[in-house]
């Protein structure tokens, strides 16, 4: 099995900080992309960023040199670091790998639980 288990969410005020974590664990024999995704109230879920496993990224324009995504490939964490948050970034956010279990010959895509962000304004 595989898990990917997210921390760091939490209530904000507007202009501040905070730092997303993702673990993914299991029977991984490797990790290709990781991502963060978001689903905001009464919206669907949507692609905030992702990170190769060579260190090449993409990010949705709204976030944009306000969110850092990293990740620890010995460790298989993706890390989302989120500066001068807004009210609009309010949503839930979840962690994504796309990697092959030990023994597969396909990778697939895994999503963890999620984690609230709430920013006051």
């Known amino acids: 099995q595989v898990q990917l288990v997210e921390s760091g969410g939490g209530l904000v005020q507007a202009g501040g900080s905070l730092r997303l974590s993702c673990a993914a664990s299991?029977?991984?024999?490797?990790?290709?992309?990781m991502g963060w995704y978001r689903r905001a109230p009464g919206k669907q879920r949507e692609l905030v960023a992702r990170?190769?496993?060579?260190?090449?990224?993409n990010y949705a324009d709204s976030v944009k040199g306000r969110f850092t995504i990293s990740r620890d490939n010995a460790k298989n964490m993706v890390y989302l670091q989120m500066n001068s948050l807004k009210p609009d970034d309010i949503a839930v956010y979840y962690c994504?790998?796309?990697?092959?279990?030990?023994?597969?010959?396909?990778?697939?895509?895994?999503w963890g639980q999620g984690t609230q962000v709430t920013v006051s304004s």
């Open positions: 990170i190769t496993s060579g260190g090449s990224t």
């Open positions: 994504n790998a796309n990697l092959f279990k030990v023994g597969s010959s396909y990778p697939r895509d895994y």
């Open positions: 299991g029977s991984i024999f490797s990790i290709n992309v």
